[in-house]
């Protein structure tokens, strides 16, 4: 059973900086793409960022130039680093990997961020 277990959420002012993980295990598999969306109240789960097994990486313009995506794969683990924090960036925030063996995706329980001040 693959388990995907984030952390890094929490509570940062406007124009601060968060780093969230996501370690994904039980795979027999290696994992193809891995990456983030968020979901904020009253709107639909959208893509934040993603990124394949060789790193290349894509991004809305919304989160463009501020958030960076990465991969440890000898770790299947994925990290979103999120700088000058807006605001709207406040929604929780969900890891998803693809096992192309499996024909599967896999999402992980989510982790909340607000932006306040």
């Known amino acids: 059973q693959v388990q995907l277990t984030e952390s890094g959420g929490g509570l940062v002012q406007p124009g601060g900086s968060l780093r969230l993980s996501c370690a994904a295990s039980g795979s027999p598999f290696s994992i193809d793409a891995m990456g983030w969306y968020r979901q904020a109240p009253g709107k639909e789960r959208e893509l934040v960022a993603d990124t394949t097994r060789g790193g290349s990486a894509n991004y809305p313009n919304s989160v463009r130039g501020r958030f960076t995506i990465s991969r440890d794969n000898a770790k299947n683990t994925v990290y979103l680093q999120m700088n000058s924090l807006k605001p709207e960036d406040t929604a929780v925030y969900y890891c998803?990997?693809?096992?192309?063996?499996?024909?599967?995706?896999?999402w992980g329980q989510g982790t909340q961020v607000t932006v306040s001040s």
């Open positions: 998803h990997v693809h096992i192309a063996a499996l024909r599967h995706g896999y």
